[in-house]
Each structure stands twice: as C-alpha cells, then as structure tokens.
Nanobody, 123 residues
Framework: QVQLVESGGGLVQAGDSLRLSCAAS????????MGWFRQAPGKEREFVAA???????YYAESVKGRFTISRDNVKNTVYLQMNSLQAEDTAVYYC?????????????????WGQGTQVTVSS
C-alpha cells in the first residue's frame, strides 16, 4: 500500500532552519505531484508548497523566499528546506501525493497523505 513518511520536524528558535523529508513507497513516485501542507492548532490545513512531476515548484506567499521544495526521484523522497523560521510557521507539516493533470492547492486535491511531523518555532 501507499505510504508517505515524514521526518525532520522539531523544536527550533526563530531564525533557524529545518529540513523536512518525506519518503514515499507503494506508488509510482515519478507520476505524482508532491505537496507540503501544514496545520496549526485551531486552523485549517493550508497549502505550503508543491513540486510537479516536471519539478516545477509552487509556494504559498507566506513562505516564498524562505522555503524550498525539492524531490529526488531515485530515492522517492520529497524535501522541504525551511529557512528563517518564524513563530507563525509552527504547525504539523504533512506530505501529500497527487496524481492529476492540474496542480492541486487544496487538501481535497491530494490522494495520499503522511502522518505529519511537528515543527515548533520559539520566538
């Protein structure tokens, strides 16, 4: 079955960096667009970044210039490099996979999800 397993979360201070990883198995990784979403307590799950099969990337305005999404099609892994972290970035971060023609920005657009990894940024 399809599994997406995130890692790399933790507790950091404002201004620090973290790199999240998401290892995918059980799917044809190269056929899928991959996305990162996050959900803070009491808030809706929101789009953070996505990388298409073609490796074209897309970002939410709130993270543009600070976060970088990338993928390794040999390791079936997608990464999220997060720099200049802010307290507002505190959330559970989820990896997601989508097989479709158009880019997905909504959680309903993605067929598979990981269990999430907690990122906490102290100010």
């Amino acid at each position: 079955q399809v599994q997406l397993v995130e890692s790399g979360g933790g507790l950091v201070q404002a201004g620090d960096s973290l790199r999240l990883s998401c290892a995918a198995s059980g799917l044809g990784f190269m056929r899928y667009d991959m996305g990162w979403f996050r959900q803070a307590p009491g808030k809706e799950r929101e789009f953070v970044a996505a990388i298409r099969r073609s490796s074209t990337t897309y970002y939410a305005e709130s993270v543009k210039g600070r976060f970088t999404i990338s993928r390794d099609n040999v390791k079936n892994t997608v990464y999220l490099q997060m720099n200049s972290l802010q307290a507002e970035d505190t959330a559970v971060y989820y990896c997601a996979a989508r097989e479709g023609y158009a880019l997905g920005y909504s959680r309903n657009d993605y067929q598979y999800w990981g269990q999430g990894t907690q990122v906490t940024v102290s100010s």
